[in-house]
């Protein structure tokens, strides 16, 4: 992913939902700023980006800068640290360089905009990775053992008697509906009714 810096300001939105708890390596996120600065060549700087989780949690990791001629691209590779922690997350890019003195001097501060660490589905409550891989090639062992059993079962099952009673039993419908439906029904009745066809009336007293 790609991001361009306008000025001193760095958009986030293309990855401000991007990073779930517990994620060691959410993705790589390409910054790109400008080399010179009001007038200052920032080629010399070191850089780092600081992160601050709601609960005062700070991380920070170093970037390794890729100079151009008018440009310089950081290539952000999100760390564990930046995601061990669940919600909002302040960011802040820094570039900092060496005094005559070896002090480090911060030069500047890039504004980021917070993003959103997602909470891990699992939960504070949810099996460690150990037991839920295990408990899954239980499962996935179980079905291929059931399949294998069930395809056994299936070669040595009677399929052609099963047919021939399915078809006995086919036959022995038609029969029954071939049969005319047979009617009781008084003399009045008759006379008033609407008579249907394939049908036997009986006139009873």
Known sequence: MKVKADGKNIATYAFGNLFIQGEKLADTIAISIDRYHDGTDLSECSFCIRGQTENGYEVQQTLIPVIGEDTITLSWCVSDSFTLNSGRLMLELRASRTDENDNDTLVLKYNMQPVSVKPTP????????????????????????????????????????????????????????????????????????????????????
């Open 122 to 205: 699992s939960g504070s409550n949810g099996p460690l990775p150990e037991t839920a891989e295990q408990a899954v090639s239980e499962i996935n062992a179980a079905a291929a053992a059931g399949l294998d059993a069930l395809s056994e079962k299936m070669d040595s099952f009677p399929i052609d008697e099963v047919t021939a009673r399915l078809d006995a039993m086919d036959g022995n419908i038609a029969v029954f509906l071939a049969r005319p439906e047979v009617i009781p029904m008084t003399a009045a009745e008759y006379a008033a009714s609407v008579h249907k066809a394939n049908s036997l009336y009986v006139i009873i007293g």
